[in-house]
Structures are given as C-alpha cells and as structure tokens.
C-alpha cells in the first residue's frame, strides 16, 4: 500500500496542520486529514487516538501531530505502543528522531514554531531514514 501521512491536530495547532498540509498536497504526498477541522475547541488526546488507531492498521506510514505546543499531543500518541511521537522544534531535532529514534509520528506546537521552520521540521521528518544498527537495540527496549 502505498505510504500515507496522517495529519491529527487539536485547535490549537489547526491552522499550523492546515499550512502543512497544503505543504504536503503541493509536494505529491498522500495524505489524509483525520481532523479537527475548525478552530472549535476540542482534546487533542481524542486526536492522538485517531491518529493511533490509523497507524495501527497502516504500520508502514508515519503521522504529523499538533496541538498549541505539541507537548499534550506528543504525551497522548506516546501512551500508544506503537507510536514513537517526537516533538521537534529543530530540524537538528527532526533529524534525529529519525535516525536514532525510528520516530514513526513528528509533534508540532501550532502556537509556538514559525511557519518556515515548521515546514523545514516537515521535510527533514519525512525525508530521514532511520539509521538502525545500534539504534535498533535502543528502540527495541522501549
Ligand atoms: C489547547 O488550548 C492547548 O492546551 C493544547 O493545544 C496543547 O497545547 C496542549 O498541550
């Protein structure tokens, strides 16, 4: 099947979801949109369980997460033991999660990253191979 990215945010980082996800479109990837959809106030763990439950049955695809700082969202999708989320501010950051942490969901905090360095994280997150060898122990053990 092909790789889809699965976009899950709270209002807090909706307007930050919906800027990566024309980011996405314009690129050619494969998305699909698990909401929230306005800014009406909602709670990001109902999204992060959305998002769980798509990754559970579509193992081979990763998923972009947001709330207002990506911190509750992260916290929530990482409850999940299939979900390694990372929350990067740094494209260093993004880097790393794939590499050395198999991050299999990027976290972004709507209300506190710029929208250029959002879109950097993006690409760095989606185009990083993980590197395995050493780093396979280590994840293994989570
Ligand atoms: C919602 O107001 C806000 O708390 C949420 O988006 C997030 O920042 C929580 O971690």
Not at 35 to 60: E, H, Q, R, W
Not at 111 to 127: G, P, Q
Request: hydrophobic share 40%; with cysteine.
């Amino acid at each position: 099947m092909l790789k889809t990215i699965f976009l899950a945010s709270d209002h807090g980082g909706y307007k930050l979801k919906e800027l990566v996800k024309v980011f996405l479109i314009k690129n050619n990837y494969t998305i699909e949109d698990l909401g929230c959809f306005s800014l009406d106030a909602v709670d990001y763990p109902d999204y992060a369980k959305i998002l769980s439950d798509k990754l559970k049955t579509y193992s081979n695809s990763q998923g972009i997460s947001f709330c207002g700082t990506g911190i509750g969202i992260s916290m929530a999708a990482n409850r999940f033991t299939h979900i390694r989320a990372a929350l990067c501010t740094s494209i260093e950051m993004a880097s790393k999660s794939r590499k050395h942490n198999n991050a299999n969901v990027l976290a972004l905090g709507g209300r506190v990253l710029e929208d250029n360095l959002a879109i950097d994280i993006v690409n760095e997150f989606l185009n990083t191979d993980f590197e395995a060898g050493r780093h396979s122990i280590r994840v293994d053990k989570i």
